[in-house]
């Protein structure tokens, strides 16, 4: 490493040692308590993926070239040169981690571990180690926004697709998905894929709102890279069509990070206050069930069900209660996993993980306690309402034989208002002519 | 009856690729969802020489924005994008 990669490191360090991170690596007694919180020290035994090592190598950058002690005596206080082989144990042990911070609930001292990652980040962007393909996914998000009228017509087309199928679904022939609808009261950011369309177009038609659909996805890539510049610029894309369209609400699809980045960080990123309010799709589900705008039909689901909190959800977002009581109110038997709600164990594939083909292996064994925890119930569904953990809670599901079917709570809750079966996926074609058997 | 036309039509689309030298890589990429399409055709493009084509093929919608705009940051090219039934066939040239 050459002077100027370790100025420019050095920099962004100074840069981010606020108040807050300073607290963080200053009250850190290395009591290990987080060792036993963690999913992935747990599953691995790996000190790399400690939390408190994890900022350890944070702690020990700082010591060597913000402190004296650190400067003349680095052995004595563990100060650590910022060299080729610490950025690649940052690099692991910081795009590891998935964020969950079950760490900081179990910290005496609620160190944030997730915000000193967020530094580790930023370091590892200036020195051209981002990860790589979360790199490039934020930086096709970042194109696709500037060059949307390139995809429109695609979009457009495809929407139709979507659109009787949704027609078809709820038999009615005049059924809309609209897009770009001036005056509408919501904005629906979806994920891409018509499983994240079909369902709460389903919800909103049955409860008559006025509602129209985002031509961008709600995930956000830049958020798990690190990258605030790109994140802001990834979310602005739905701010901007939010102020365009004029409209009240913009509500988030099932996924965790995304409500995360536009609830609470996009303000302090872009130093903007919202003109709109966010809600987060499970929360507008347990608002129209409650208002009475949709009516789960009689005779509940009577076989067992789990939910799995996503950590972006509940423990970062706060929405315990609110998917409870809507499970409850489609299915008798709904069995909590153990330990749930705040101390729920993460999945192991959020911060991008599941997109992260070099954590595949990884994540699959840190997920081990996931699996467990899901076959004790003897739940034949798993609900959890975020994109990132239905994928690899669906990858356990093949890897540890788990026997169960994963989905969402809007599937669930589309599913009884059209009168199916409440497991029943919510694919494209799905509702096309039966074709020929040979 | 129809199944077997769209194979056979979909087979015919690769034969004529593949002897025409056109592909280099083939990637089935049919019930991923996104970003895992565009993720995998990242993580295989170094697998083809400069100049050499994947033909990958995705179901998922979401691909039709993200494959492109993927090749447009990292300096690739997509080829030829078409529909054939639910499948969404890429043709990816590797530039650089």
């Given at each position: 490493?050459?002077?100027?990669?370790?100025?420019?490191?050095?920099?962004?360090?100074?840069?981010?040692?606020?108040?807050?991170?300073?607290?963080?690596?200053?009250?850190?007694?290395?009591?290990?308590?987080?060792?036993?919180?963690?999913?992935?020290?747990?599953?691995?035994?790996?000190?790399?993926?400690?939390?408190?090592?994890?900022?350890?190598?944070?702690?020990?950058?700082?010591?060597?070239?913000?402190?004296?002690?650190?400067?003349?005596?680095?052995?004595?206080?563990?100060?650590?040169?910022?060299?080729?082989?610490?950025?690649?144990?940052?690099?692991?042990?910081?795009?590891?981690?998935?964020?969950?911070?079950?760490?900081?609930?179990?910290?005496?001292?609620?160190?944030?571990?997730?915000?000193?990652?967020?530094?580790?980040?930023?370091?590892?962007?200036?020195?051209?180690?981002?990860?790589?393909?979360?790199?490039?996914?934020?930086?096709?998000?970042?194109?696709?926004?500037?060059?949307?009228?390139?995809?429109?017509?695609?979009?457009?087309?495809?929407?139709?697709?979507?659109?009787?199928?949704?027609?078809?679904?709820?038999?009615?022939?005049?059924?809309?998905?609209?897009?770009?609808?001036?005056?509408?009261?919501?904005?629906?950011?979806?994920?891409?894929?018509?499983?994240?369309?079909?369902?709460?177009?389903?919800?909103?038609?049955?409860?008559?709102?006025?509602?129209?659909?985002?031509?961008?996805?709600?995930?956000?890539?830049?958020?798990?890279?690190?990258?605030?510049?790109?994140?802001?610029?990834?979310?602005?894309?739905?701010?901007?069509?939010?102020?365009?369209?004029?409209?009240?609400?913009?509500?988030?699809?099932?996924?965790?990070?995304?409500?995360?980045?536009?609830?609470?960080?996009?303000?302090?990123?872009?130093?903007?206050?919202?003109?709109?309010?966010?809600?987060?799709?499970?929360?507008?589900?347990?608002?129209?069930?409650?208002?009475?705008?949709?009516?789960?039909?009689?005779?509940?689901?009577?076989?067992?069900?789990?939910?799995?909190?996503?950590?972006?959800?509940?423990?970062?977002?706060?929405?315990?209660?609110?998917?409870?009581?809507?499970?409850?109110?489609?299915?008798?038997?709904?069995?909590?996993?153990?330990?749930?709600?705040?101390?729920?164990?993460?999945?192991?594939?959020?911060?991008?993980?599941?997109?992260?083909?070099?954590?595949?292996?990884?994540?699959?064994?840190?997920?081990?306690?996931?699996?467990?925890?899901?076959?004790?119930?003897?739940?034949?569904?798993?609900?959890?309402?975020?994109?990132?953990?239905?994928?690899?809670?669906?990858?356990?599901?093949?890897?540890?034989?788990?026997?169960?079917?994963?989905?969402?709570?809007?599937?669930?809750?589309?599913?009884?208002?059209?009168?199916?079966?409440?497991?029943?996926?919510?694919?494209?074609?799905?509702?096309?002519?039966?074709?020929?058997?040979? | 009856?129809?199944?077997?036309?769209a194979?056979?039509k979909q087979?015919?689309s690769?034969?004529?690729?593949?002897?025409?030298?056109?592909?280099?890589?083939?990637?089935?990429?049919?019930?991923?969802?996104?970003?895992?399409?565009?993720?995998?055709?990242?993580?295989?493009?170094?697998?083809?020489?400069?100049?050499?084509?994947?033909?990958?093929v995705?179901?998922?919608?979401?691909?039709?924005?993200?494959?492109?705009?993927?090749?447009?940051?990292?300096?690739?090219?997509?080829?030829?994008?078409e529909r054939d039934g639910k499948d969404i066939i890429?043709?990816?040239?590797?530039?650089?």
């Amino acid at each position: 490493m050459n002077k100027t990669e370790l100025k420019t490191i050095t920099g962004v360090l100074e840069q981010g040692m606020n108040r807050q991170l300073l607290y963080y690596l200053d009250v850190c007694t290395r009591c290990s308590i987080c060792k036993d919180a963690c999913h992935q020290y747990v599953s691995t035994g790996d000190v790399l993926f400690l939390p408190a090592y994890r900022a350890e190598l944070i702690r020990r950058v700082y010591k060597k070239y913000f402190t004296r002690s650190g400067l003349f005596l680095p052995s004595l206080y563990e100060a650590r040169e910022s060299d080729d082989r610490l950025l690649d144990e940052l690099y692991r042990s910081t795009y590891a981690c998935t964020g969950c911070r079950r760490c900081m609930y179990y910290c005496p001292f609620s160190i944030d571990t997730t915000w000193v990652l967020g530094v580790a980040k930023a370091m590892l962007i200036a020195a051209g180690k981002g990860a790589q393909i979360l790199t490039e996914l934020a930086g096709a998000a970042v194109s696709k926004g500037e060059n949307i009228d390139l995809f429109k017509d695609i979009m457009l087309d495809l929407n139709k697709e979507t659109e009787k199928e949704l027609q078809s679904l709820i038999g009615d022939s005049k059924a809309t998905i609209p897009i770009e609808k001036e005056g509408a009261d919501i904005l629906y950011a979806a994920l891409a894929g018509v499983h994240s369309i079909l369902p709460p177009s389903v919800i909103f038609h049955k409860a008559g709102l006025n509602w129209t659909l985002s031509l961008f996805e709600s995930a956000n890539y830049g958020y798990f890279l690190g990258d605030v510049e790109k994140g802001r610029i990834i979310a602005k894309r739905i701010v901007d069509e939010a102020k365009r369209l004029g409209v009240k609400e913009v509500v988030i699809s099932e996924c965790g990070h995304a409500y995360r980045v536009m609830q609470y960080l996009y303000e302090t990123w872009a130093k903007e206050e919202l003109s709109f309010g966010v809600t987060a799709m499970v929360e507008i589900i347990a608002r129209l069930i409650e208002e009475g705008s949709i009516e789960i039909p009689s005779g509940k689901e009577r076989k067992i069900v789990t939910y799995h909190d996503p950590c972006q959800v509940g423990r970062n977002a706060g929405f315990y209660e609110e998917p409870r009581y809507v499970l409850n109110q489609v299915a008798s038997n709904l069995r909590e996993l153990n330990p749930s709600r705040e101390k729920n164990w993460c999945c192991g594939g959020g911060g991008g993980l599941v997109a992260q083909p070099e954590f595949d292996e990884f994540r699959i064994k840190t997920g081990e306690r996931k699996a467990e925890q899901i076959k004790q119930t003897r739940a034949g569904l798993v609900v959890s309402p975020c994109e990132n953990c239905r994928l690899q809670i669906t990858a356990l599901n093949e890897k540890y034989d788990m026997g169960v079917k994963v989905t969402g709570l809007s599937d669930v809750v589309a599913n009884q208002l059209i009168g199916r079966d409440i497991a029943t996926s919510f694919e494209a074609g799905q509702t096309e002519e039966p074709e020929d058997e040979d | 009856m129809a199944k077997e036309k769209a194979k056979s039509k979909q087979e015919a689309s690769e034969k004529t690729e593949k002897t025409a030298g056109k592909v280099d890589l083939e990637l089935d990429l049919r019930g991923l969802m996104c970003p895992l399409p565009m993720v995998r055709v990242s993580q295989n493009i170094n697998k083809v020489p400069v100049g050499g084509v994947i033909r990958a093929v995705a179901t998922d919608p979401g691909s039709l924005a993200d494959i492109p705009s993927w090749a447009r940051t990292t300096g690739n090219e997509v080829l030829k994008t078409e529909r054939d039934g639910k499948d969404i066939i890429f043709l990816v040239k590797r530039v650089k």
